[in-house]
C-alpha cells in the first residue's frame, strides 16, 4: 500500500498521523489539540487551519520538513 499526498487536500488527520507519526510534535508545538482528538478523522490539514488560525501553506512545509528530518 502506498502513502498518501501530505499534500492531499482531502487527507484526514487520523490518516496523516499514522502515515507519518512524526508529524505529531508539529501539531503540538502549535497547542494543537487534534493529537488524539475524536473529530481527527473527520478533520484535515485545511480544516485544522482554519479552526486554528494557522497559515496553510507554513503549516504544511513544516509538516514536510518534520516528514523529510528537517529542521
Do not use: K
Not at 492531499?8 to 488524539?36: I, K
Amino acid at each position: 500500500m502506498s502513502l498518501p499526498r501530505i499534500d492531499d487536500p482531502d487527507l484526514r488527520l487520523d490518516e496523516l498521523m499514522t502515515a507519518w507519526p512524526q508529524t505529531v510534535p508539529v501539531f503540538l508545538s502549535h497547542r494543537m489539540l487534534c493529537v488524539g482528538c475524536m473529530i481527527n478523522p473527520f478533520h484535515t490539514i485545511v480544516d485544522a487551519c482554519a479552526e486554528y488560525g494557522l497559515d496553510e501553506a507554513a503549516f504544511l512545509d513544516e509538516l514536510r520538513a518534520a516528514v523529510s528530518g528537517s529542521p
